[in-house]
């Protein structure tokens, strides 16, 4: 079955840019919605955006200013880019995959989910 | 932005009880909502989309119902592992995404 994978740096300083990479393995990273979803410390999950495997993305408007989420299809990777950062950006990342919706589309729920890497913003 | 609500907080119960976990949506979500299972330390797992259709391999305790603004998680009798963090979501209206706060079933 399809598992996803993120890597990256586990700390990253102030003012910096987080960066994360999301391998999916067990399946093709095309026909989907690939996702970033975040978790601060103790708190709720909050969708950071979404990158369709024809290159098109989308982002949550709270973050908009200081993402770029990408793919690369011939790595079956996608790509976290988060600017700017600050000890308020300090999270679990996730990366999650939403199907299309038959009818509209638009992206479904989020399944799987990959394990997760903590991101720690400190100087 | 539809805003996500959930309650109670915190749910105490005792294995072999049933458990009744309420989302509500800020405007109408249609049946697009999903719940999700996250215990310490793991990443959410899936249980109902739809509102109300199992996801694979979840037991038959996992109940959703609901439609529009208004939802409901029912577990039916409290296994040991089912004792966790539970969320809603949205995905009707983006963006954003939304999920709800959370609510704790504990023993």
């Known amino acids: 079955q399809v598992q996803l994978q993120e890597s990256g740096p586990r700390l990253v300083k102030p003012s910096e840019t987080l960066s994360l990479t999301c391998t999916v393995s067990?399946?093709?990273?095309?026909?989907?919605?690939w996702n970033w979803i975040r978790q601060p410390p103790g708190k709720a999950l909050e969708w950071i955006g979404y990158?369709?495997?024809?290159?098109?993305?989308n982002y949550n408007p709270s973050l908009k200013s200081r993402v770029i989420i990408s793919v690369d299809t011939s790595k079956n990777q996608f790509s976290l880019k988060l600017n700017s950062v600050t000890a308020a950006d300090t999270a679990v990342y996730y990366c999650?995959?939403?199907?299309?919706?038959?009818?509209?589309?638009?992206?479904?729920?989020?399944?799987?989910w990959g394990q997760g890497s903590l991101v720690s913003v400190s100087s | 932005e539809i805003v996500m609500t959930q309650s109670p907080a915190t749910l105490s119960v005792s294995p072999g009880e049933r458990a009744t976990l309420s989302c509500r949506a800020s405007q109408s979500v249609s049946s697009r909502l999903a719940w999700y299972q996250q215990k310490p330390g793991q990443a959410p797992r899936l249980l109902i989309y739809?509102?109300?259709t199992r996801a694979t391999g979840i037991p038959a305790r996992f109940t959703g119902s609901g439609s529009g603004t208004e939802f409901t998680l029912t577990i039916s009798s409290l296994q040991s592992e089912d004792f966790a963090v539970y969320y809603c979501?949205?995905?009707?209206?983006?963006?954003?995404?939304?999920f709800g706060p959370g609510s704790k079933v504990d023993i």
């Open positions: 739809g509102a109300s």
């Open positions: 990158i369709h495997y024809s290159g098109s993305a």
């Open positions: 979501l949205q995905y009707n209206n983006w963006p954003p995404f939304t």
């Open positions: 999650a995959r939403a199907d299309n919706d038959f009818w509209s589309g638009s992206p479904n729920w989020f399944d799987p």
């Open positions: 067990g399946g093709s990273i095309n026909n989907y919605f």
